[in-house]
């Protein structure tokens, strides 16, 4: 039986490219939408943004995008999340609209949480995104920073991590489930999936500390798990290698996070 917490793609794209979708309301949460697109050459995606703020990531593949006051032509860096470079990024605020047409074939991810604030659309190039290895030994992870706290925008948290095979991240486990801020932000949490080779999969359990919640799933390539509450971890099989592609948002836009207690000595080591 397959978790509700995890949202598969559909084997054939919707006619508007979809592949997958969660919106606040299909999740039971406020704040988090994503969608995951796959387009041919020469197909387009539009959509209005209305009262939500989007950040499109070309995941993989080559397009134009234009908005309502911008466009940015032929952009896109790699052909696939595992040629391991930061990706092309367009943030695009409330109340505009966006046009993105596929120049090869594209995978699109369109992250979304509630707009507010003036902020302009703008391009987040490759040399915009913070790179960094995080943790070490069979904790260390390649992250990479695409809309972080630090750049514009009023509710958007976008990050991509890079699990090699037989090491773990979001590790040791972390929770972000608390509006008690300076210490814990409330934030709910999407995870995209792609596992290399294809056929493979990642572990990611999620539990809180009275275990009302307490789920240990095996994710497949393409898939996306919702993480409304708790800790988080994740683990790549031996063979196989995982991405993922993590949108948050909450109330106040900043990423403070808890770790549980039980695993935190390893931080100390």
Known sequence: MTSKLIVPAAQQPAADGSVLVITPESAGWQYVGFQAVRLSAGQVFRAETGDREVCLVLLGGMASVRTAQAEWP???????????????????????????????????????????????????????????????????????????????????LVVEVFTPEGNWSSYPPHKHDRDALPDES??????????????????????????????????????????PEGYHPVAAPAGYEVYYLNVMAGPTRTWKFHNDPDHEWMLRK
């Open 74 to 156: 032929e952009i896109g860096a790699r052909m696939s999340v595992f040629d391991k470079i930061p990706p092309y990024s367009v943030y695009v605020p409330g109340g505009d609209h966006y046009e993105v047409t596929a120049l090869t074939e594209l995978e699109l991810a369109v992250c979304s949480a509630p707009a507010g604030g003036d902020y302009p659309a703008r391009l987040i190039g490759p040399e915009q995104v913070g790179v960094e290895v995080r943790g070490s030994g069979s904790m260390e992870r390649l992250v990479q920073n695409i809309l972080p706290e630090g750049e514009p925008a009023h509710s958007l």
């Open 186 to 227: 409330l934030l709910e949490e999407t995870y995209y999936f792609h596992v290399q080779p294809e056929q493979g999969f990642a572990i990611q359990r999620v539990y809180t500390d009275d275990r009302s919640l307490d789920e240990t799933l095996a994710v497949k390539d393409g898939q996306a798990v919702l993480v």
